[in-house]
């Protein structure tokens, strides 16, 4: 199959494959240890496992545009800050 | 406590597999092109993230966001609490429910295009029914050449489209609200407001996040109507985003930073809706508890 007039790039393709492997591993997650259930974190809203994984991956949308706003290229800086962000969400929120 | 089962999600994989070929692999396009140059005949040439900061820096983006975020907050402004008001003042029972639905209804059948063209002439000084009364009342109105006026019309030619979505969505919500609800509230000799603040309103609520998002997106991604009365005019007076990121991508052929432009535009919806979706469930969730709580006592 001719997919050419997509465009892709190896970076592209890492950057999808990355997101697509970070949902495949909340199923395993999900499967081999049930925990769905939603909890009320420090911005005082309910978030489920998935809830949290969106809020991680917005916002670290966000913050590379703020870095590449603010800083510009490279983004290696904003990727270490979107990880540590994940980590405080999955943690706190 | 026991852990929700998901495996129900599995069901919803072929409604995935639709939103891929819909959604998904088109949205993985733009994100390719997003990162490349391209001078036609499918070839493309790597740039990585200029046209992003090229994007962030122009101020003629920052002037359309702002366009769209200003028609955004006044369509909600309006277009909610009217929607609701028309919704308590429509009949629950008789001929006239019938009448008051079509009526609702009728704005929404039309298409985007054909509102735009009849709010064009209709407003319009020399043949337009409105324009030529305001002008005759001696009105200094003419949308084509005033950004104030530009504005008011494609604000009023809005509401009058969409408001109707709203009504029948409370409507929706109003209809549902069993009347052991009003028999206790006339019982208690609660007043009308109170009536409304603490029956009306809260049952509400479930229809009023679905309205508030489907009236922010929309209004949001509006491209037809403002394309056809204004088309984008006078000036850039009313160039939002999408009329924007068209000429961009049609009009100019600028792939890359249309691409580049049309995923920050989607982040900021995207951001947008979830927080409205987040902040109204969730006071939607506090009052289910409330109410089993205070139940329970």
Request: aromatic letters at 14%; glycine letters at 8%.
């Amino acid at each position: 199959m001719d997919l050419s007039w997509m465009a892709w790039t190896t970076p592209t393709a890492i950057f999808f494959a990355v997101i697509g492997s970070l949902i495949a591993l909340m199923c395993v997650w999900e499967a081999v240890s049930p925990g769905g259930q939603p909890r009320k974190g420090i911005l005082q809203f309910e978030t489920t496992r998935g809830d949290r994984l969106f809020v991680s991956l917005l916002g670290s949308a966000f913050i590379n545009l703020a870095w590449l706003a603010w800083a510009g290229p490279p983004l290696w800086g904003a990727l270490g800050v979107c990880v540590l962000f994940a980590v405080l969400v999955f943690l706190f929120v | 406590m026991k852990p929700w089962n998901n495996k129900a999600w599995l069901f919803v994989l072929p409604v995935l597999v639709l939103v891929a070929f819909s959604a998904i692999i088109p949205l993985m396009t733009v994100v390719n092109y997003s990162v490349q140059d391209s001078f036609g005949n499918n070839e493309f040439y790597w740039v990585g993230l200029e046209w992003f900061q090229e994007v962030l820096a122009s101020e003629r983006f920052h002037n359309s966001l702002m366009r769209n975020l200003l028609f955004s907050g006044i369509i909600l402004l309006i277009e909610i609490p009217l929607g609701i008001a028309v919704a308590l003042a429509m009949p629950r029972r008789g001929w006239g429910v019938s009448v008051c639905l079509v009526l609702m209804a009728l704005p929404l059948l039309i298409p985007w295009n054909v509102v735009g063209t009849i709010w064009q002439v209709f407003a319009r000084v020399d043949i337009g029914l409105l324009g030529h009364t305001l002008a005759a009342m001696g009105v200094d109105y003419n949308y084509t050449q005033d950004t104030l006026d530009a504005w008011i019309t494609l604000i009023v030619m809005d509401v009058w489209h969409w408001t109707s979505l709203v009504v029948l969505l409370c409507y929706s919500g109003l209809v549902s609200i069993p009347d052991a609800y009003y028999q206790a509230a006339r019982i208690d000799g609660a007043s009308r407001w109170a009536v409304f603040r603490y029956i009306q309103l809260p049952k509400m609520r479930r229809v009023l996040v679905i309205a508030v998002l489907l009236r922010f997106m929309d209004s949001f991604m509006i491209y037809t109507e403002p394309f056809v009365v204004t088309g984008g005019g006078p000036g850039n007076a009313t160039t939002f985003l999408s009329i924007d990121l068209v000429q961009m991508a049609i009009g100019q052929f600028d792939l890359g930073p249309a691409a580049a432009m049309s995923l920050v535009y989607f982040l900021i919806i995207l951001v947008i809706s979830w927080v409205f979706y987040t902040v109204m469930t969730q006071q939607d969730n506090e009052s289910v508890t409330d109410g089993r709580a205070g139940g329970g006592q």
